[in-house]
């Protein structure tokens, strides 16, 4: 499983006024893995999938896509790339509809005119394969879903397109038991199918049960990222609540991963 | 997969369970078109009873050349307020863009097509610097349309010499608010224009069910074209009547010419909102900016050109009331306008919160504003009563749309 990272980020750093988020990230994503991303309320991992994502500019540090050198200036340049993400509070629209959020800024056209019936298609596709709950009509607002219903709708706008990397921030947090399973199994499916998927979340279990490798960030910084089959439970937890565990972890705050 | 129903898409539902959706719409604070054709319907009911003269052909077609500009102005507002800004310029935007007009037209002899294209360009520059402040240096818009407010009275001063009237005398811009349609012509356009609708809508259905999808019924269309027809048959049958006091010394009848003119508006503008991805953006932007611009939507972009549509618009009223005044004067635009022009957006079912609301909304809005002005002229009541009319009837649209607002979201629609 030794290939290249089809996403790698090196000595990022990121501030918000005087107030510096990240220090110094390395991140690495392997198409068909599931790289899950853990850490504290606040340690940053919304911020770096932000900066991923082109929402946020990164003060310093390299991306790199597919080995290429490249410069993400927008959620346009993201997109282009392949790089998908649900944001943790999902950024749809109340006011459009399930198709019209899942096409927006993407929207089918033939010629000057939008395709509604082509997107509503794909839209229906795409639900009847994340096997959606009882969605009334495609042509619902948004704002009539109940949460785990917006979820779903935020995590099936991401897989529409035909994606390389898909990056979930805490997408199973307004989830029921039965949507989590079934989000966590999408997760898997996705990274089974080829594609590099990020997984934020705050769940130990759920972490362990579909995460090929863990990314833990500590106060800003990357503490360790380490293939999930190699450590335990405990290490996990020590590196988002200490930064360090063992020979893993930060050394004296620099950065440096084992 | 999991034993999970996936979304109902195929056939046509029947027409009773679209009418309950719609009843349910509405009981979640969804009021739409409602409020605008209630109002609408008591109105007339009321003046009419009052006043026999208010059902006359003549009042009738008079409704319409009253209320075109504020409508005019009304249809661009949409944009703006969709987006949950507020232009509260519109109206003396439009007394600059007259301004500008006869001052060319009438002083400098500038045909009247360039005097027209000249008002227009006015009109986007002004939506230009409005949307740059607003977009660019996040000034509140109300704050930069307020300041804009007073600075264009006095900049329709200077163009008009520190208040002088400049009166119109061109032909065709005069007719744009006082000449008729033949009346054959009127049959004409109404004809063709309900073929267009129910051939769009027949065409869309058949598309829709041969791909599989959800499509309105054949009854529903039905409805609504027979709704459209009957409507529009009633409105051109009434305006084709002899409504001159003289008509062996000149006949007066037609369809006024400012109806085919909002009409395309009209058209043009829902086309733009409903059928373009630039509309879908501007819904977008209005409903969660920063969802849009995640989606990679360029937010400042769109904002400034919703004020640049508003100007545009506004300087498009400006023409039609200077040609129905026959004239432009300070006030050209002023007063009441753009209250009347706010009040008719958010009538018609425009949010003041942004994220919803159509063109149409404000043609409705419109037409109660225009009822209101007509039927209280009609009355006499002085200048005094007007003003008080008109601020309760702002207060009011905006009331409903608060309250309709607050019972969306108990209902969780929005
Ligand atoms: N737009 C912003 N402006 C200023 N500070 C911000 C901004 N966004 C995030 N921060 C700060 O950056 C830090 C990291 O926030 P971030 O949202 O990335 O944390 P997180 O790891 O996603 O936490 P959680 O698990 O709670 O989602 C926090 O201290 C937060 O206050
Ligand atoms: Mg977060």
Not at chain 1, 118 to 145: D, F, I, N, P, Y
Not at chain 2, 7 to 25: H, M
Not at chain 2, 164 to 179: G, P, W, Y
Not at chain 2, 243 to 267: D, E, T
């Amino acid at each position: 499983m030794s290939q290249a990272p089809v996403l790698e980020l090196r000595g990022i750093d990121k501030s918000f006024g005087p107030v510096q988020v990240l220090h110094d990230v390395a991140f690495s994503v392997y198409p068909g893995e599931v790289t899950a991303l853990v850490g504290d309320n606040g340690a940053g991992k919304s911020t770096l999938v932000k900066c991923i994502g082109g929402i946020h500019p990164m003060d310093s540090g390299e991306y790199f896509f597919a080995g290429e050198k490249v410069h993400v200036s927008g959620p346009r340049d993201a997109a282009a790339m392949g790089v998908e993400i649900v944001y943790q509070d999902l950024a749809l629209c109340d006011n459009l509809d399930i198709v019209q959020n899942m096409f927006l800024g993407r929207e089918r056209k033939s010629g000057l005119v939008l395709d509604e019936d082509t997107m509503e298609e794909m839209a229906a596709k795409t639900l009847a394969g994340l096997s959606v709950r009882t969605v009334k009509s495609l042509r619902q607002h948004v704002s009539s879903l109940s949460g785990g219903q917006r979820q779903t709708v935020a995590i099936a706008k991401a897989v529409l397109w035909n994606s390389k990397v898909v990056i979930l921030d805490e997408p199973t947090a307004a989830l029921g038991v039965a949507q989590t399973a079934q989000v966590l199994e999408l997760v898997r499916r996705l990274a089974d199918n080829g594609l590099a998927v990020v997984l934020i979340s705050h769940n130990m279990n759920d972490v362990f049960a579909v995460s090929d490798r863990i990314a833990a960030l500590y106060l800003g910084r990357m503490a360790a990222q380490v293939k999930t089959s190699e450590v335990t439970h405990s290490q996990i937890v020590e590196l988002i609540t200490a930064g360090r565990s063992g020979e893993l972890g930060l050394a004296t705050g620099n950065g440096a991963s084992a | 997969m999991t034993t999970t129903t996936s979304p109902q898409k195929t056939g046509s539902p029947a027409i009773g369970s679209q009418v309950r959706d719609y009843f349910e719409r509405v009981r979640g604070g969804d009021l739409g078109a409602l409020p605008a054709v209630i109002g609408l319907v008591v109105l007339c009911a009321v003046f009419a009873s009052l006043s026999p003269s208010f059902l006359s052909p003549i009042n009738f077609a008079n409704l319409f050349t009253q209320g075109a500009g504020v409508t005019v102005i009304a249809m661009g507002l949409v944009f703006v307020l969709l987006l949950g800004e507020i232009d509260l310029s519109a109206g003396f935007a439009s007394g600059v863009c007259a301004a500008v007009m006869a001052v060319l037209l009438t002083n400098e002899g500038w045909p009247w097509y360039l005097s027209v294209l000249a008002a227009m360009v006015t009109g986007v520059l002004i939506g230009l610097v409005l949307g740059v402040l607003v977009a660019k240096l996040g000034i509140p818009s109300f704050v930069v349309t307020l300041a804009a407010f007073l600075a264009f009275q006095g900049v329709a001063l200077i163009l008009l010499d520190e208040g002088t009237n400049i009166s119109i005398r061109d032909e065709t811009i005069l007719a744009v608010a006082n000449s008729n349609l033949p009346p054959l012509l009127g049959w004409a356009v109404l004809v063709v224009g309900v073929l267009i609708y129910a051939g769009i809508q027949l065409t869309q259905m058949r598309r829709r069910l041969g791909r599989g999808l959800l499509a309105d019924s054949f009854a529903v269309i039905a409805v609504r074209v027979g709704a459209l027809a009957v409507v529009s048959g009633v409105a051109v049958y009434v305006l084709n009547l002899e409504r001159s006091r003289n008509p062996a010394l000149i006949s007066l009848s037609g369809v006024p010419i400012v109806v085919p003119v909002i009409l395309v508006l009209l058209i043009v503008w829902t086309f733009a909102l409903h059928r373009t991805a630039y509309g879908r953006h501007v819904y977008a932007v209005g409903g969660n900016a920063e969802a849009a611009r995640r989606a990679g939507i360029n937010v400042d972009r769109i904002r400034i050109s919703a004020f640049v549509i508003c100007s545009f618009m506004a300087s498009i009223g400006g023409i039609i009331a200077a040609s129905r005044a026959n004239s432009v004067d300070p006030n050209t635009g002023g007063s009441t306008v753009l209250l009347f022009a706010v009040g008719a957006a958010v009538i018609g079912g425009t949010s003041l919160f942004g994220g919803k609301g159509r063109v149409l909304d404000a043609l409705l809005g419109g037409a109660v504003v225009a009822v209101v002005i007509n039927g209280m002229g009609l009355m006499g009541y002085s200048a005094s009563v007007k003003y008080v009319v008109t601020g309760a009837v702002l207060l009011l649209s905006a009331g409903v749309d608060a309250l309709s607002r607050k019972r969306a979201s108990a209902s969780g629609r929005r």
